[in-house]
Nanobody
Framework: QVQLVESGGGSVQAGGSLRLSCATSGYTYSSYCMGWFRQAPGKEREGVASIDRDSRTAYADSVKDRFTISRDIPKNTLYLQMNNLKPEDTAMYYC?????????????????WGQGTQVTVSS
């Protein structure tokens, strides 16, 4: 059983920073990809960042150069460092594991999800 638990969300003013953490079970990093997604009310879920088994990373254009995905394998923890936050970053953020295949951008291939952590950015 793969379990993921996010933490680190909160309220911050524009320009501020947050670091999200995702504590996972010991089997999570055998996944093809780990990723962060976000969803605002009434909006479609979107991929934010992913990291694959070769430590290759990918980012949505909207967060590139501001967000950094990383992992601490001994601690079984995935991170998302978010800098220079903007109001449009406001959303529920989820971490997820893809054990299906190497297409890290395909949300349908992520079958294990955390409960989410809320990020609110005010102007």
């Amino acid at each position: 059983q793969v379990q993921l638990v996010e933490s680190g969300g909160g309220s911050v003013q524009a320009g501020g920073s947050l670091r999200l953490s995702c504590a996972t079970s010991g089997y999570t990093y055998s996944s093809y990809c780990m990723g962060w997604f976000r969803q605002a009310p009434g909006k479609e879920r979107e991929g934010v960042a992913s990291i694959d088994r070769d430590s290759r990373t990918a980012y949505a254009d909207s967060v590139k150069d501001r967000f950094t995905i990383s992992r601490d394998i001994p601690k079984n923890t995935l991170y998302l460092q978010m800098n220079n936050l903007k109001p449009e970053d406001t959303a529920m953020y989820y971490c997820a594991a893809n054990r299906v295949g190497p297409a890290c951008s395909r949300s349908d291939d992520y079958h294990f999800w955390g409960q989410g952590t809320q990020v609110t950015v005010s102007s």
